[in-house]
């Protein structure tokens, strides 16, 4: 039964230990409008190039996770009204009707980590749900026992960062901060709550991760990045859209899996695209640190 397709120059570099960074697609399914969604999936690959790791843009392609999507299948994921977006869960089900799928946080740590990719970029992690703490991203518990590291800009700032905060400290995920001591909010560079461990640098992100590996610890570890500077929106501009998408969503019934890519949508509009230039400022800022941090790697560590 062929289970994961792995493209020929993911394998070769798995092969010959290259730096591989893993992305995601659901952000191209459903993160962004086509093309935008291209675009920025293309940035992002560039950008891991750039700092001298290959790209491996994770998703399902007629039914089979596959790791290294080639351009051609981007292409098509983003304009494929019918792909759905594929979380753990949906990941063995996705066989039965052959369909296109992109893949979330938790999918895709979960196939690179199976393929044997050990660091991971996103723009933020799902968490749990403002007013709803039985909402929990399935990204959680995957990060609580998935060994991988995932660069991110924090948690999505609509979410209840201080719950999801606390769910992985309960569950032993280090989060670490990129050259600062305080959480990201994702749209805005602070939240007012710390991380575990401040990070000034690639290679004491590897320390970490080789301490971790060590200890045979099951979890991943999170390495948070502030957006840059100049695309930051503040705090107290992005909670009144926040609060806006939210009662928005309420008032139309929606929630489950498709709430996240609502809100985001909403907020677009409601900002004037501002949230959207931000968003894909740090997704490029992520995935440049993540292939700094997987260059630095010794990757004959197990």
Not at 43 to 55: K, L, N, S
Not at 58 to 80: F, H, K, M, R, Y
Not at 84 to 109: F, W
Not at 276 to 285: D, K, P, R, T, Y
Request: charged content about 15%.
């Amino acid at each position: 039964m062929h289970l994961i397709d792995i493209a020929s120059e993911i394998q070769q570099s798995l092969a010959l230990k290259r730096p591989i960074v893993a992305l995601e697609s659901a952000l191209v399914t459903h993160g962004f409008a086509y093309p935008d969604s291209v675009k920025i999936t293309q940035r992002m690959a560039a950008a891991v190039r750039e700092e001298g790791a290959v790209p491996a843009v994770i998703g399902v392609w007629n039914g089979v996770p596959t790791v290294g999507l080639s351009d051609a299948q981007i292409e098509i994921l983003a304009s494929d009204e019918t792909a759905v977006k594929i979380s753990v869960r949906d990941l063995p089900l996705m066989g039965v009707h052959r369909g296109h799928g992109g893949t979330t946080v938790a999918a895709t740590a979960l196939l690179a980590h199976r393929v044997g990719i050990q660091v991971f970029a996103t723009g933020g992690i799902g968490g749990i749900h403002r007013g709803h703490p039985e909402d929990v991203s399935a990204d959680l518990p995957l990060l609580a026992t998935t060994p991988i590291i995932v660069v991110c800009a924090g948690a999505k700032s609509i979410l209840d960062l201080p719950r999801t905060l606390e769910y992985l400290e309960t569950w032993g995920v280090p989060v670490l901060g990129w050259q600062t001591n305080e959480f990201p909010a994702f749209y805005s560079r602070t939240s007012g709550l710390l991380v575990d461990q401040c990070v000034d640098h690639a290679q004491q992100v590897v320390m970490a991760f080789r301490t971790q590996r060590a200890l045979a610890l099951s979890q991943g570890m999170l390495v948070t990045v502030p957006v840059p500077a100049e695309d930051e929106i503040p705090a107290a501009e992005v909670e009144p859209l926040i609060a806006q998408a939210i009662v928005d969503a309420d008032a139309l019934g929606i929630s489950g899996n498709v709430i996240t890519p609502f809100i985001l949508a909403r907020m677009v509009e409601l900002s004037q695209a501002r949230t959207q230039s931000a968003n894909e400022s740090l997704l490029v800022n992520n995935a440049r640190i993540a292939a700094q941090v997987a260059c630095a790697m010794d990757l004959t560590m197990g």
